[in-house]
């Protein structure tokens, strides 16, 4: 299957400051990609979708200004957790696919990052 | 609107025996059908998908699910456990007419013991 890279893959970070997790499709282009949370023995929960070159769309709940979500290009995606605070630690995991029209049904998942805020 | 239901949190597997894990889906539309594996503090790795054509999909790691319409199930199988298909495993589901988001069952955790 496609590589997708997520880095880093453990970050520590001091409350209030920002932090900043790539994820890069390595061998396709990725014109949507998706940004997770997953809390401990929990299933994924989805924070924002991005297509290449537009704004993310946030699910309910999800704080814009907090979590902000760049797709700048078709290999590409950055989450900022910006003024991070202990209750931001989690496990946060990107995927990304192919357009359709490339056949790509399946989305394939970075490694995830383990961010603890202290 | 879509869903997943994986209606088992755990299931416990003797080493060698065979193994299922279920899944129920819910679209509108024609279904797109995924199974993820997800390894301790790792994203989830891709197992298999139904599409479109046979009912039976054989993927990674001598996984294979049997897509049923008029049950709307796509059950996880393999006829030998071994020790180390211990892990998550998750179910997905998409329209087929829906360029968008997939949505997760809350997973099933299988434990196979030796």
């Known amino acids: 299957g496609a590589v997708v890279s997520q880095h880093p893959s453990r970050v520590i970070c001091k409350s209030g400051t920002s932090v900043k997790i790539e994820c890069r499709s390595l061998d396709f282009q990725a014109t949507t990609m998706f940004w997770y949370r997953q809390f401990p023995k929990q299933s994924l929960m989805l924070m924002a979708t991005?297509?290449?070159?537009?704004?993310?769309?946030?699910e309910q709940g999800v704080e814009k200004d907090k979590f902000l979500i760049n797709h700048a290009s078709l290999t590409l995606s950055t989450l900022t957790v910006t003024s991070a605070h202990p209750e931001d630690s989690s496990f946060y995991i990107c995927s990304a696919r192919g357009g359709y029209k490339q056949g790509n049904t399946e989305a394939f998942f970075g490694q995830g990052t383990r961010l603890t805020v202290v | 609107a879509q869903s997943v239901a994986q209606p088992e949190d755990q299931v416990n597997v003797a080493e060698g025996n065979p193994l299922t894990v279920k899944c129920t889906y819910s679209?509108?539309?024609?279904?797109?059908l995924f199974w993820y594996v997800q390894y301790p503090n790792r994203g989830l790795q891709f197992l298999l998908k139904?599409?479109?054509?046979?009912?039976l999909v054989k993927g990674s790691y001598g996984f294979e699910a049997e897509f049923n319409k008029s049950q709307t199930s796509f059950h996880l199988k393999k006829p030998s456990a071994l020790v180390s298909d211990s892990a998550l495993y998750f179910c997905a589901v998409r329209d087929a007419t829906n360029a968008g988001k997939s949505t997760f069952g809350d997973g099933t955790t299988l434990t196979v013991k030796p």
């Open positions: 991005s297509n290449e070159g537009s704004k993310a769309t946030y």
């Open positions: 679209v509108s539309g024609n279904p797109y």
């Open positions: 139904y599409i479109t054509g046979d009912n």
